[in-house]
């Protein structure tokens, strides 16, 4: 089967075409949906390209808020002052995504939109507090990222709607920790496994005055552990402090997912990779950014 390709010049024009036909599948980095479609897990009759969009390319803050394009690529993401200095935990997701030819291509709308429970970009989108901009013909509306996905590969968007950016807010002055680590199967170019993004600032007398704590790949969709952030919260982390904090993010993780047989490793695994996120706060100095 032949597949249609058209490219709008326009958010307008392509919002358009989304309200008058019901055969489109929209395209932005497509490291998925190509993938998909040469295995023929989909077969789409149009393609509509929304990658260089500019409504869609834009790196930008306003009101405080910073402002990103859903066609922005990872490469961009990584290359951007802007988001290493107002999203860091985002800046070190980006420098461990894939590989540079797939970071070239892949946007972080697509990576949202796709809705995989391994997608890297998710867990630093809920620390950030983001929001999905979506917009549709008759106009937008917002769209807490946590709530982006009914459940793994099942996004909440309606038949002619697009994600056209993403607000999120800044990463708080004085933070101590703003980081982004993963488990994979090998060292580079891995699947997630367990991905945690986590932002935690320390007051004047060491305790956790602020702290966001997000957790990825590991469960149907990923998730804020506000539990862990409750524990912490108030009190002065120390090797003993971290490690059961870390147990607690493991029983959170299976309170989500059930015991399954992944749990053998998963479980310890959560527990290990949450110390060794967070033992910068343990050392003298402290600041540690991805």
């Known amino acids: ?42 077969r789409p009759r149009c393609l509509l390209d929304v990658s260089r969009l500019p409504e869609l390319r ?3 803050t306003r009101d405080g ?3 990103i394009g859903a066609a922005v690529t990872i490469s961009e993401l990584l290359a951007s002052g802007t988001i290493a200095r107002m999203a860091p935990v985002l800046a070190g997701c980006a420098r461990r995504f894939g590989s540079r030819q797939i970071r070239n291509v892949a946007t972080i709308g697509g990576n949202v939109a796709h809705c995989a429970p391994c997608g890297d970009t998710i867990a630093p989108l809920l620390v950030h507090e983001a929001q999905a901009v979506v917009a549709a013909p008759g106009g937008t509306r917002t769209v807490d990222i946590g709530e982006m996905a009914g459940g793994p590969y ?48 320390l007051d004047d ?10 957790v990825g790949a590991c469960t149907p969709t990923p998730h ?10 108030g009190r002065r982390p120390d090797e003993g402090l971290l490690w059961q904090a870390g147990r607690l993010a493991a029983d959170t993780m299976i309170a989500i997912t059930g ?5 053998a490793y ?22 540690s950014h991805a």
């Open 1 to 42: 089967m032949s597949t249609e390709y058209i490219r709008p010049q326009g958010l307008d024009e392509a919002l358009g075409l989304l309200q008058e036909r019901q055969d489109v599948t929209i395209l932005a980095g497509g490291t998925d949906l190509m993938v998909d479609r040469r295995s023929e897990k989909i």
């Open 205 to 214: 007398d060491g305790g956790v005055d602020f702290m966001r704590f997000a």
């Open 259 to 263: 015991t399954r047989p992944s749990a």
């Open 65 to 67: 808020v910073l402002e």
């Open 224 to 233: 804020r552990f506000r539990e862990v952030e409750d524990f912490l919260l």
């Open 154 to 201: 099942q996004c909440i968007l309606a038949p002619g709607e697009l994600i056209r950016c993403f607000r999120l807010k800044p990463c708080p002055a004085g933070v101590d920790l703003a980081d982004f680590q993963k488990i994979g199967r090998r060292r580079e170019l891995a699947i997630s496994r367990i991905s945690m993004a986590a932002m935690v600032r």
């Open 266 to 287: 998963k479980q310890p695994a959560v527990q290990g990779l949450f110390l060794r996120m967070m033992s910068p706060l343990l050392q003298p100095g402290r600041k």
């Open 58 to 60: 834009r790196i930008r």
